[in-house]
């Protein structure tokens, strides 16, 4: 009973979701009434579900879940950093659902029945995309320490990376081209490249929360400039989960320390303590663990 279907970019977008009637629509598309994708009068309700596990209120804009009717949350932080928002700009109608991550579960699902075991000294390198960040910054130096030290590299960069950094993704892939330890992720991207890695290397990017409470392997944070897309972001008192946890799962590396990468990843090799930091994060910040999709099915259909 799935119909699946392409819609054309932005005028396709316009006319059908501007007008659509139906029951339920549910999207994972923030800014819902903020841009050209408009509430229809002919839909009863608006569902959000998160395709990151990253807080709401930096990388997010500050009212990109105002017009929604129900919010399925990830964890305790979506339903504490939402129920502020709610709170004050007065938003009487939006519905926070304790939910889970659907995502989160089915790769755990995965990891554990196929991909369990890494590749030694394999790294993956997973940036966020925008104006600041190891694509744009160091990411040539970073490879050729890392490859001439004999790691086994997978880059992995953003979808939207393809689109606004062609140029030195082009650069890198002449570069390294011919270096069998070198590997580029241009689309259809698999975890099972990222989870059989000893080590993910990222800036602000999610996929460092995934990775961890995933492999409970530790993170390398390179320190670029906070990704953010919300200047109010501190309207709100609570920090946002990408910076609160980041010394717990991994180590932070300032950006004119990258000559002593591997110094840092040595450091990071048999470190149990990670392990036990995940494991109580992960109680804190995801709901109905390995239960979420049958949750929210349950709770759509009720409606």
């Known amino acids: 009973n799935l119909k699946s279907f392409y819609i054309s970019k932005t005028i396709g977008q316009i006319m059908l979701l501007n007008n659509i009637s139906c029951k339920n629509l549910i999207l994972t598309m923030p800014d819902l009434n903020n841009y050209h994708i408009k509430k229809s009068k002919n839909c009863l309700n608006y569902l959000y579900l998160f395709h990151s596990a990253v807080s709401t209120n930096m990388i997010y804009r500050n009212s990109a879940f105002f017009s929604y009717d129900k919010i399925f949350c990830?964890?305790?932080?979506?339903?504490?950093?939402?129920?502020?928002?709610?709170?004050?700009?007065?938003?009487?109608?939006?519905?926070?659902?304790?939910?889970?991550?659907?995502?989160?579960?089915?790769?755990?699902?995965?990891?554990?029945?196929?991909?369990?075991?890494?590749?030694?000294?394999?790294?993956?390198?997973?940036?966020?995309?925008?104006?600041k960040n190891i694509i744009n910054e160091n990411i040539i130096k970073i490879?050729?320490?890392?490859?001439?030290?004999?790691?086994?590299?997978?880059?992995?960069?953003?979808?939207?990376?393809?689109?606004?950094?062609?140029?030195?993704?082009?650069?890198?892939?002449?570069?390294?081209?011919?270096?069998?330890?070198?590997?580029?992720?241009?689309?259809?991207f698999e975890f099972k490249n990222v989870f059989d890695s000893e080590f993910l290397i990222t800036d602000w990017s999610g996929i460092a929360i995934e990775y961890a409470f995933i492999t409970k392997r530790p993170i390398m944070y390179i320190n670029t400039p906070k990704k953010v897309n919300n200047k109010l972001f501190n309207d709100i008192s609570f920090d946002?989960?990408?910076?609160?946890?980041?010394?717990?799962?991994?180590?932070?590396?300032?950006?004119?320390?990258?000559?002593?990468?591997?110094?840092?990843?040595?450091k990071l090799k048999n470190n149990e303590y990670f392990k036990d930091e995940v494991n109580n994060l992960k109680k804190d910040y995801l709901y109905n663990f390995q239960k979420s999709s049958d949750f929210i099915y349950n709770e759509i259909i009720k409606n």
């Not at 320490?145 to 880059?155: G, Q, R």
């Open 74 to 131: 990830v964890g305790k932080h979506h339903y504490n950093e939402l129920s502020e928002y709610i709170e004050l700009n007065k938003l009487k109608n939006l519905k926070l659902i304790k939910a889970g991550y659907p995502k989160f579960d089915y790769l755990y699902f995965k990891f554990n029945k196929y991909e369990k075991e890494f590749i030694k000294n394999k790294i993956t390198i997973a940036p966020s995309w925008g104006a």
């Open 240 to 266: 946002p989960i990408e910076v609160k946890i980041r010394e717990k799962i991994g180590l932070i590396i300032e950006e004119d320390n990258i000559i002593n990468i591997n110094t840092y990843l040595k």
């Open 143 to 188: 490879l050729q320490i890392l490859l001439d030290e004999n790691y086994k590299i997978n880059l992995r960069p953003h979808s939207q990376s393809f689109k606004y950094n062609k140029e030195i993704l082009k650069k890198i892939e002449d570069k390294f081209k011919d270096n069998s330890n070198f590997k580029l992720e241009k689309g259809n």
